[in-house]
């Protein structure tokens, strides 16, 4: 680890506000091909394992059971994200850390190829709940999912942040592509995704379970020795003081100094100097009126010395609010992750009654999503280069619309897809229960698997994009990881929902029947809980709303060297990774430095910095 971490070092310099790579041979779209390549073979299983598992657990449980096993499945790999951002952030740098969890990942999947070679690994009839299974089956079964859980959400806390590395934020040429890359990331994935959905699933589900989950651990085991090759090629930052310290540091301190008056001006309280920032390989963001209270901790004691776990830096505290200020806009996307959850679990139920044939050819239900990846292959190409630039003529957004707004348009959407779900539901049980009974065609599903495959594109990518740039440099593999968490939460919900409005609806419906009792779907009223998820989605957009326009944008750069906006449809960017405000501050011209200035720059051997010409310009 410390090899790793010296390397690194030599790799960039900080200026006190980002990081600077010294070395730019290495990063960049030539460093990120073999991530994406990873993202498409690892996805290839993942992805297909999400739209087929609930059919294999259909194997050991009923519907209900079956979909709540995947989607606490699912709720926990995505939740346990957070652990490989942390050590990411604290004890390894991100590659070694997606290498450690990757081996896990892969553990996972051997075992299900062992669990699903032997039929006398599988219970002899469907059971209600997990305790109904024979211990041998169901302590593989369980093995094999904790392995997995753990190792995909330990590489999905890592990998993106990674890649996002390989672009410096501090030159505007990379800045500007920091954006492409994500479009990129989201490319590369559902590109393996496709051949997931289409090809896994076809071999899992209609030739043995085996051979699709044999097929998804070689992908992923190829897709991480390709990654692995490229360890040359890659920027590595090295991890710092732990993301986990530096918030609880803040939160001490401030409760110790709880009873301290805070000083009129926000000069007066404690910051590290400039030479320590660039020893530290920190960078500076500015205070901000929020969360006042939280400056308590950025309070020298008269009796105290400035040292750790006594004082705090406005940086550090600012880190701290950034971090709460996230807090809304998380929540505010768990709902539309809750409505993902329904189309790998209830939606595919669905199309076990439809009509799987095309032509001649038998589709499996699990295979519908192929629909609106596809289109979603044409549509991320066609947002990047055609919507982008054109909405940028209107927006004078560098990335067309900023982040938030991105998201908002895919919370709609979701709201959108639940609705027709329920639509669709409501037409296929009518036509089953008909005499006789009439298949509708399975292909009905693929509009509310492409109206959500839209809206996915959207939040998916903008709060990516959202999380890794409003985050401080040292935290910015656990700020990525609050989008794997909205998705673990948004699973866990689902289970709390089915559960809940089961009970519910037992009791008050005249049938004393649930929405979603029994193990026969054309029996059950599940249009009804798409419709409530609708109405829920609708609900949460208005609360989005409300945080998206309350939400400041993180601020590095001195007031008054640009103009921002702050509403939802107007906002601009407030941080200095818009590339127009970097091409702004190029051009305050060096000589305008102070000659104190530059005697400090020359002797830590760092040369001028623009946010350093534009402060000391603006002073």
Not at 55 to 70: G, V
Not at 150 to 169: H, K, W
Not at 249 to 267: A, E, G, H, M, W
Not at 547 to 571: H, I, L, M, N, R
Request: with cysteine; hydrophobic share 45%.
């Amino acid at each position: 680890m410390g090899q790793d971490m010296e390397t690194s070092t030599d790799q960039y310099a900080s200026n006190g506000s980002a990081v600077q790579w010294k070395d730019k041979t290495k990063g960049g779209f030539k460093a990120s091909g073999f991530i994406f390549a990873l993202m498409a073979m690892e996805s290839m299983g993942f992805v297909a394992n999400m739209c087929s598992l609930v059919l294999f657990f259909m194997s050991y449980f009923d519907p209900a059971c079956a979909a709540n096993t995947l989607t606490n499945f699912m709720g926990a790999t995505f939740l346990l994200s957070i652990v490989g951002a942390f050590i990411s952030d604290t004890y390894l740098n991100r590659f070694t850390t997606c290498m450690i969890f990757g081996a896990l990942e892969v553990v996972g999947l051997a075992l299900l190829v062992v669990q699903s070679s032997s039929s006398k690994l599988h219970t002899d009839l469907p059971c209600t709940k997990s305790s109904c299974m024979k211990v041998g089956p169901a302590f593989l079964l369980y093995s094999a999912l904790s392995f997995l859980a753990i190792g995909s959400g330990g590489v999905r806390g890592s990998l993106v942040p990674l890649g996002a590395d390989q672009f410096d934020q501090n030159d505007p040429k990379e800045a500007k592509t920091l954006a492409t890359y994500f479009n990129w990331q989201l490319l590369s994935t559902i590109s393996g995704a496709f051949v997931g959905v289409t090809a896994v699933v076809y071999v899992a589900t209609e030739v043995k379970w085996f051979w699709g989950f044999l097929i998804s651990t070689l992908a992923t085991f190829i897709g991480f020795f390709v990654f692995g090759t490229g360890k040359n090629f890659y920027r590595l930052q090295p991890p710092g003081d732990g993301p986990m310290v530096r918030i609880g540091q803040v939160i001490f301190v401030t409760i110790k100094n709880r009873n301290l008056s805070l000083p009129d001006k926000s000069d007066e309280l404690y910051e590290i100097s400039e030479k320590e920032r660039v020893l530290a390989g920190e960078e500076r963001v500015l205070h901000t009126p929020q969360f006042r209270w939280l400056d308590k901790a950025a309070i020298v004691r008269e009796d105290k010395q400035a040292i750790q776990w006594e004082v705090c830096s406005v940086t550090q505290v600012e880190e701290v609010k950034v971090l709460i200020r996230m807090l809304p806009i998380l929540f505010s996307t768990i709902i539309m992750n809750t409505c993902l959850a329904q189309l790998q679990t209830f939606s595919i139920v669905q199309g076990y009654f439809m009509n799987p044939l095309l032509g001649k050819f038998k589709v499996p239900a699990p295979s519908i999503p192929a629909i609106p990846i596809f289109f979603m292959i044409i549509l991320v190409p066609v947002y990047e280069y055609a919507f982008v630039p054109f909405a940028r003529k209107f927006t004078h957004h560098p990335n067309g619309i900023s982040q938030l707004q991105r998201v908002g348009v895919g919370l709609v959407l979701s709201a959108v897809s639940m609705a027709t779900a329920g639509l669709v539901e409501l037409k296929r049980r009518n036509e089953m229960n008909q005499f006789p009974p009439k298949q509708i065609s399975l292909f009905w599903l693929s509009f509310q698997y492409g109206i959500f495959g839209i809206a996915d594109m959207f939040t998916l990518v903008g709060l990516l994009e959202f999380f890794y740039k409003e985050a401080p440099i040292g935290m910015r593999s656990l700020s990525t990881s609050f989008t794997w968490l909205s998705l673990s939460f948004g699973y866990f919900l689902s289970s709390i929902f089915v559960t809940v409005i089961n009970a519910v609806t037992k009791r008050v419906t005249p049938s004393k029947l649930g929405w979603l009792h029994g193990q026969n779907i054309n029996q059950n009223n599940v249009n009804l809980f798409y419709w409530f998820l609708a109405i829920v989605s609708c609900l949460n957009f208005l609360n989005y709303l409300y945080w998206a326009s309350w939400y400041k944008y993180k601020q590095q750069e001195p007031a008054g060297v640009f103009e921002t906006k702050t509403t939802f449809f107007d906002k601009e960017e407030e941080s200095k990774q818009d590339v127009v405000e970097v091409k702004e501050m190029n051009q305050v011209p060096l000589d305008d430095q102070t000659e104190d200035a530059k005697q400090e720059d020359k002797a830590s051997s760092v040369g001028p910095t623009d946010v350093e010409a534009t402060e000391n310009k603006t002073s």
